[in-house]
């Protein structure tokens, strides 16, 4: 079974710039997360899918940062500008469904220079 | 704010020994789960316990949970440098089902 697949896996920028993030779950997962893990911390969710419905976007930086999954199945991630402090791995993740095991992928390492 | 509080930050061994990796909170969660990260790869889900007090064993690992369901334990023994990593806990409480994070405990294990 493939796992949950990311692109790119690197990506440097400098700031103001604007930059995408694609991401495509498990097949037959509905529920997708985008976090942000910044060095030396853990995970932080972003937003929450639930096919291609928003469940929880209570922490994503809405004047920069916006997602989308409209066919439910894959999604991007976009931040425009980006700022040096968005400097972090971008990791998305799966689940069958709420509550489930999640499934992460490689994720992207951003660098904004 | 929910939080855990992961310790140690970092943790350097050599192979053989033995350690315990400490994931605490002052919140009450509905489940627990241990997760591997290595450089360049998204976390791997080791466990999840659920029961105040469950213990649980995998190969030279074992999880415990604490009996009010608010911290947990994971010790290993006699490590491999395969068991280098990043070990993350998260808990997940029944209102919304997402996960807390901890901050990530560096194990790296000298041959």
């Known amino acids: 079974e493939a796992g949950v697949a990311q692109s790119p896996r690197y990506k440097i920028i400098e700031k103001r710039q604007s930059v995408a993030f694609w991401c495509n779950p498990i097949?037959?997962?509905?529920?997708l997360y985008w976090y942000q893990q910044i060095l030396g911390q853990g995970p932080k969710l972003l937003i929450q899918f639930q096919n291609n419905g928003v469940v929880d976007d209570s922490q994503l930086p809405k004047d920069r940062f916006s997602a989308e999954r409209l066919k439910g199945v894959d999604s991007t991630l976009k931040i425009q500008p980006a700022k040096l402090e968005d400097s972090a791995v971008y990791l998305c993740?799966?689940?069958f469904g709420i509550g489930d095991t999640q499934y992460f992928g490689p994720g992207t390492r951003l660098t904004v220079l | 704010t929910q939080l855990l509080e992961q310790s140690p930050q970092f943790l350097s061994i050599q192979e053989g020994e033995n350690l315990t990796v400490y994931c605490n909170s002052s919140s009450v969660f509905s489940s627990l789960q241990w997760y591997r990260q290595e450089p360049g790869e998204g976390p791997v889900l080791l466990v999840t316990v659920v029961t105040g007090g469950e213990v649980k064993k995998l190969k030279r690992l074992t999880f415990q949970f604490g009996d009010a369901r608010k911290d947990s334990s994971l010790h290993i023994t006699a490590a491999q440098p395969g068991d280098t990593g990043l070990y993350l806990c998260a808990g997940a409480t029944n209102s919304n089902y997402q996960l807390i994070w901890g901050a990530g405990t560096k194990l790296i294990i000298k041959p």
């Open positions: 993740a799966s689940s």
């Open positions: 097949s037959g997962h509905a529920t």
